[in-house]
């Protein structure tokens, strides 16, 4: 299993473009979530989805979409890039909500 | 709503020295505990979990945890440090059934000296 996987590992943006992290899972897990990370902050909650075709909004939603459309894959958009975006992106994946959630190595994103 | 406080952004010991990384809770209801270990430029991996069966929870690398309802903490602990365990570790919580999403606290940089 190669179990959680993200594309890209590290992107530049400039202000205003947008793009599409990429994150799969191979473990059929239902729940699947994007985190950020930024320092002294720990693991921001961005979105989540609790199995395909269901999303929600976490802890700091703005300037980002996900859709669910297989159990595989959730893929974080952002629309139109800001510094203020410039982080690590987690995906992490989990039976329930409440079990042990399993993390992609990180997509490090500078926006200039 | 949970929430996580870990006490201590920066832990420094050395090498052979007593590990104690602290957590503190906050849940209305009997919470699912969590710590994750991240290694330089990795992701998260889990240490160990709590989940209402024994109080005193052995993880991965010689850790434990225990967890204490009076006192709402769940500290991390390992007797003897070694060099490999610097890291990041992120102490993090929810809600026995899944209603609650999993909520992080801000993490401790734990740093070995030899």
């Known amino acids: 299993n190669a179990g959680v996987t993200q594309t890209p590992k590290f992107q530049v943006l400039k202000t205003g473009q947008s793009m599409t992290l990429q994150c799969a899972q191979d473990?059929?897990?239902?729940?699947m979530s994007w985190y950020r990370q930024d320092p002294g902050m720990g693991l921001r909650l961005i979105h989540y989805?609790?199995?395909?075709?269901?999303?929600d909004q976490g802890e700091v939603p703005n300037g980002y979409n996900v859709s669910r459309s297989t159990t595989e894959d959730f893929p974080l958009r952002l629309l139109s890039a800001a510094p203020s975006q410039t982080s690590v992106y987690f995906c992490?994946?989990?039976?329930?909500?409440?079990?042990?959630?399993?993390f992609g190595p990180g997509t490090r994103l500078t926006v200039l | 709503a949970q929430s996580v406080t870990q006490l201590g952004s920066h832990v420094s010991v050395s090498e052979g020295a007593l590990v104690l990384l602290r957590c503190n809770y906050s849940?209305?209801?009997?919470?699912?505990l969590f710590w994750y270990v991240q290694y330089p430029n990795q992701g998260l991996q889990l240490l160990l979990k709590?989940?209402?069966?024994?109080?005193l929870v052995k993880g991965i690398n010689g850790f434990e945890a225990e967890f204490k309802k009076s006192e709402t903490s769940f500290h991390l602990t390992k007797p003897s440090a070694h060099m490999s365990d610097a890291a990041e570790y992120f102490c993090?919580?929810?809600?026995?059934?899944?209603?609650?999403?999993?909520?992080f606290g801000k993490g401790t940089k734990l740093t070995v000296n030899p």
């Open positions: 473990m059929n897990h239902e729940y």
């Open positions: 849940s209305s209801v009997p919470p699912y």
């Open positions: 992490a994946s989990s039976r329930t909500t409440s079990s042990e959630q399993f």
């Open positions: 709590y989940t209402s069966a024994a109080t």
């Open positions: 989805s609790v199995g395909a075709g269901i999303t």
């Open positions: 993090a919580v929810t809600t026995q059934g899944g209603s609650e999403k999993l909520v």
